[in-house]
Structures are given as C-alpha cells and as structure tokens.
C-alpha cells in the first residue's frame, strides 16, 4: 500500500530562515523609529524649554522699557535708575563685562535679572534731534539687558536679551 501523505526529507527550513530574516529587519525598523522619535520629542523638549526662557525674558525687557517711559513722562531722564558699572567713555560702552556670567549668577527663583545703563551719545546714537517746533533736544538712549530662564527652579534653558530704547523729549 502506498501512503497518501509523503515524507518531508527534501525540506530544509528555507521558509523558517526568511521568516527570521524578515523578523530581524522589523525589529531593525521599529528600533530606528524608537530612535527617531525619542530624539524628536527631546528637541521638541529643548525648543519648548528656549521659548519659555525667550518669553520670560522679554517680558521682563518690555517691563523695563515701560518703567523708563512712565519715569521720563514723570520725573525726567535723570530718574531712570541705571547701573553704574556701564558708562559711556570717549564714544565706547565699557563696563557690561561677561554677560553670560551675569546672567548664570543670578538668582533663577527671583525676578528676571535686568540692567540698564544710559548710552546717550555713545557709539553713533545721536546725540541730537531736531523737532520741527523745538530747538535741538537730545534723546535719551538706554541699553537695557534681562536675562531668565525657563523655569524657576533648576532651569535648563537661560536667554540673555539686548535692547536699545530711545525716548524723545517731549517739544515744550
């Protein structure tokens, strides 16, 4: 009698070989992918952390540039507090040192670290403006800094801003 079903002696697991292969390179891809996305969601993470720190920063700029306003309109230039290591000397500002040690030193729980100096005359900023109803007037010219971070405590991220504010006087 003959059997219905045959041996299998003439297979050699070609088909059990292409499935492992095929299996490794999945597994090859869904690690690529692991990768991928964790290094996207990390510099997404960053990018999030520099526009908080960004924000926090010119806020405190804008804060200051309205408190120089508000002081001008009340008391004149002359009230503006500004810090006395900047200065203007033959044209040049001197003074402002390593503004990245500046700002790493500062407190990251309290406010935002500012400085601000009067620049008025220095280094090509006018030193005069000419209305049409006044006599020559100069501007007031302040160099402010704010530097912060993106959190309070252990920041990861600090941003260090620069700006120059010019009032003009108001015509008598």
């Known amino acids: 009698m003959t059997s219905a ?30 990768l991928v996305t ?12 520099f526009n908080l720190a960004f924000n926090r920063a ?15 309109a009340q008391a ?3 009230s503006v507090d500004t810090d006395p290591a900047i200065q203007c000397v033959n044209g040049d500002i001197t003074g402002l040192g390593d503004l990245r ?12 670290a500012t400085r601000v100096a009067n620049i008025t005359g220095c280094s090509g900023i006018p030193s005069s403006v000419k209305d049409d109803n006044s006599a020559d ?6 160099l402010i800094f704010a ?10 991220s600090v941003v260090v801003l620069e700006a120059t504010y010019t009032e003009r006087p108001a015509a008598n």
């Open 137 to 142: 007037q100069p501007p007031q010219t302040f």
């Open 76 to 78: 004149g230039p002359f």
């Open 38 to 49: 964790s290094r996207q969601e990390r510099m997404t993470g960053n990018y999030r952390s």
């Open 101 to 112: 040690t500046w700002a790493d030193n500062r407190d990251p729980a309290a406010a935002a």
């Open 5 to 34: 079903f045959r041996s299998p002696s003439r297979q050699r697991g070609d088909a059990l070989y292409v499935a492992l292969i095929m299996l490794l390179l999945l597994t090859l891809l869904g690690l690529a992918a692991l």
């Open 58 to 72: 010119e806020d405190a700029l804008r804060q200051i540039e309205f408190d120089i306003q508000q002081k001008i």
């Open 147 to 156: 530097a912060n971070s993106d959190r309070d405590t252990n920041p990861s």
